[in-house]
């Protein structure tokens, strides 16, 4: 029997090819992994979960909303990719309305952080980083809470500036908390009508990158079909990715 709860995991990514891998341990239980590849130009990918001498697969489909472009060059050339890999929360503060049916708060120091910085296939630059939680039930849980910033191709990320919410170009900053069972998100909150709130990047180094983000009123994501999540949060934080060295 797999309890639930939080466990930790280690692995990389190709950011070439998209394919990952990752293994941890369950006390108990013993060894598991994952492995697969991840989604690009909107084509579903696949995973493979093993455990206890069992096998499971699945399919991941494209994110519609919360993730950019795929930075493009593998971290070497082709443009300024960087993955992250660990990193920092701090100042968290989460504040939700009486309506409000999620978990408080959803994300802790004590997540993991992931993801990545650079140029994207159309020339768009980006900075996502994806702040989750992976609870090993059947099917596989995650929480993933995502800040992303985008700029279109001729712009450059800046040091500084307060990007605000994502225009009808995707400029700007999307943020997206999203519960998903296996590879079906079954819950979340994004930018809706009445969202206010803005991202900053502070610090931009060789080793890592800096956000500063602050949010109101994040509501229910209508593109989560059949999406049970009620009430919308406030929330605000600072938030340290760290550059993974790539082979």
Do not use: C, M
């Amino acid at each position: 029997t797999i309890n639930p709860g939080i466990y930790s995991v280690f692995g990389g990514v190709n950011l070439a090819t998209g394919t990952f891998s990752l293994s941890g341990n369950i006390p108990g239980v013993g060894n598991f992994s994952i492995a697969g590849t991840l989604p690009t130009a909107g084509n579903t990918a696949s995973y493979t979960v093993t455990i206890n001498g069992q096998t499971f697969t699945g399919v991941i489909q494209p994110s519609a909303q919360g993730q950019p472009n795929p930075p493009s060059g593998g971290g070497t050339g082709g443009g300024n990719s960087q993955l992250i890999q660990g990193g920092t929360l701090s100042n968290f503060v989460f504040t939700p309305d009486n309506d409000y049916n999620g978990d408080n708060p959803p994300i802790d120091a004590e997540s993991g952080i992931a993801g990545a910085v650079g140029e994207g296939a159309d020339g768009s630059e980006s900075a996502s980083i994806i702040i989750s939680d992976i609870f090993l039930t059947n099917p596989v849980q995650t929480r993933t809470f995502a800040i992303s910033i985008v700029v279109p191709d001729g712009e450059d990320l800046e040091v500084g500036t307060a990007y605000p919410l994502a225009d009808a170009n995707g400029r700007g900053v999307i943020i997206a908390l999203t519960d998903s069972e296996g590879v079906e998100a079954v819950e979340g909150w994004s930018l809706t009508a009445s969202t206010t709130g803005s991202a900053t990047i502070t610090a931009l180094t060789d080793e890592s990158i800096t956000i500063e983000f602050t949010f109101s009123n994040v509501g229910p994501n209508s593109e989560i079909t059949n999406n049970p999540a009620t009430g919308t949060f406030n929330t605000s934080g600072t938030v340290v990715g760290n550059f993974a060295t790539l082979p």
